[in-house]
């Protein structure tokens, strides 16, 4: 066995030859299998505030972030005059659609257990406004289960998509940055549940998806993108408002 002092020597000659590197302010990451000639690359920026390790073992660190270092990144680059103008997160709204929920009442209670440990809170059944006698439906049965989510439990739930549920997910290549609405609010689908730690994976029974929907308080799309990208929201590169902004001025331009 190697002795304490050449072990502590072999590793400060390591650290002499290879000096740690600064982090730099945006680096490209190709992505893809090379053979194939197929990749895309993601932009990792500095300017995201919410991974620092110092913060990880706090209460609300999205909140937090946001309050003492988002809202003066946001007041600066659109030169607002009031505090009050800075775009903020009002609402996140979590859809779980069920089809059979009218004939399977086991499998709707579980997909409320489900969401609930998602969520932290419980969530509603959404009933069915009008009767489609294609689909065997009538007014008022349940089709699916809804929860709204504000305050803290918004903030610790929109944290751990960000850091756990899209991660996990499987062939993850980034959110779309074009499914905005024109009015700085933002949609995002998952196909499973699973990647969230709460559900175990040996109990979950049939695979469901969600469709997770965050409203701001901001005028544009612009404004919304940069909101959620400062919190960490990992758009993919290319598209968003700013290209549908250049795409409409080319095509006006062209009349």
């Known amino acids: 066995m190697a002795s304490p002092a050449l072990l502590q020597s072999s590793a400060?000659?390591?650290?002499?030859?290879?000096?740690?590197?600064?982090?730099?302010?945006?680096?490209?990451l190709p992505y893809g299998n090379p053979r194939n000639g197929c990749g895309f690359s993601v932009k990792a920026s500095s300017e995201i505030v919410l991974v620092e390790k110092s913060e990880a073992v706090k209460t609300d660190r999205l909140k937090t972030t946001y309050l003492e270092k988002i809202v003066p990144l946001l007041?600066?680059?659109?030169?607002?005059?009031?505090?009050?103008e800075v775009p903020k997160i009002e609402k996140i709204v979590l859809n779980c659609g069920i089809g059979d929920a009218s004939q399977n009442a086991k499998g709707l209670e579980a997909a409320m257990n489900e969401l609930a440990l998602i969520a932290g809170q419980r969530p509603v059944k959404t009933r069915a406004r009008a009767s489609i006698a294609t689909f065997k439906l009538r007014e008022g049965q349940p089709v699916g289960i809804a929860v709204t989510l504000r305050?803290?439990?918004?903030?610790?739930?929109?944290?751990?998509?960000?850091?756990?549920g899209f991660p996990r997910t499987r062939d993850f290549q980034g959110v779309n940055p074009n499914s905005f609405d024109g009015h700085g609010n933002y949609s995002v689908g998952m196909k499973d549940q699973s990647v969230f730690p709460e559900i175990r994976f040996d109990l979950l029974g049939r695979p469901r998806g969600m469709d997770v929907c965050i409203t701001t308080t901001a005028k544009t799309d612009k404004e919304g993108q940069r909101l959620l990208a400062l919190m960490g929201m990992p758009f993919r590169e290319g598209g968003g408002p700013h290209c549908r902004a250049e795409e409409e001025e080319a095509q006006g331009s062209s009349f």
């Not at 000659?13 to 730099?24: C, E, I, R, T, Y």
């Not at 007041?75 to 009050?84: D, G, I, L, P």
């Open 12 to 28: 400060s000659s390591f650290h002499g030859q290879f000096p740690l590197a600064s982090s730099p302010f945006s680096v490209r």
């Open 75 to 84: 007041k600066e680059e659109f030169s607002y005059q009031n505090m009050h």
């Open 151 to 164: 305050g803290n439990l918004m903030y610790s739930f929109l944290d751990r998509l960000i850091n756990l």
